[in-house]
């Protein structure tokens, strides 16, 4: 299992092929901030830098937005996180970190299986017509931007979404045993489809601001259940 490191001292040595921070030299410090670099906490740094990365994306980063935002020089940036890559990497696992237990709570709460899942569909429109939520727009973001091509990458994202789908598929082997959900399709072939749409529900939602078009969507999703 993958853990998120919050101690800087224990962040691992990342393997050579990681690139440093791209730009002038990495241990140049910025001179309005003495002695701020051995002070900071990592998840203050690591959220700072998921607002970066969750606007630019990670090609679109330089390592002066990431020493813009977090208020960090180069050389610390680059001392405790050893690359840029090693940085985007702590930044994904916090943002699944962040909305893996939001959208947890949703299902694991009380009260109909269909409602729960209306729940998490609608919370989804919420936190992706919220400009403010930055943890949302990285794991989306990385999805898509990343997809296949890098791997470490993939495998944060692959063991989010099988995480998800756990989750999902619990909520479908219940809802069918006491007969909330029909049995037309197996479990896990409904926890996947539910996935799908969810999935492709949160791309719209970047895409479409109309409340009402979503609404309908979510609507459909949860018809045929």
């Avoid at 670099?37 to 998921?50: G, L, N, S, T, Y």
């Avoid at 789908?165 to 045993?177: D, I, P, R």
């Amino acid at each position: 299992m993958i853990q998120y490191l919050t101690n800087r001292s224990k962040i691992p040595t990342m393997h050579p092929q990681l690139t440093p921070l791209s730009g002038s030299s990495m241990s140049d410090e910025k001179s309005n901030l003495p002695g701020r670099p051995r002070q900071f906490e990592d998840k203050e740094i690591i959220d700072a830098a998921v607002a970066v990365f969750s606007t630019n994306g990670y090609a679109g980063t330089s390592a002066q937005n990431l020493c813009d935002s977090t208020g960090l020089g180069r050389g610390s940036l680059y001392n405790a996180f050893g690359s840029k890559q090693a940085l985007y990497e702590q930044a994904l696992l916090r943002s699944h970190e962040q909305t893996m237990a939001a959208q947890l709570s949703i299902l694991q709460q009380s009260g109909l299986f269909k409602d729960r899942l209306r729940s998490l569909l609608l919370w989804g429109i919420a936190e992706d017509l919220s400009q403010s939520e930055q943890h949302e727009a990285m794991v989306l973001f990385s999805a898509l931007e990343m997809g296949d091509k890098d791997q470490a990458v993939s495998s944060l994202n692959q063991e989010y979404r099988q995480r998800l789908e756990n989750s999902l598929l619990a909520v479908f082997v219940e809802g069918q045993v006491n007969g909330e959900f029909s049995r037309k399709a197996s479990a896990l072939e409904m926890a996947r489809g539910f996935l799908a749409g969810y999935y492709g529900l949160r791309v719209l939602n970047k895409n479409i601001s109309d409340k009402s078009f979503l609404e309908d969507v979510v609507n459909g999703l949860l018809a045929n259940l």
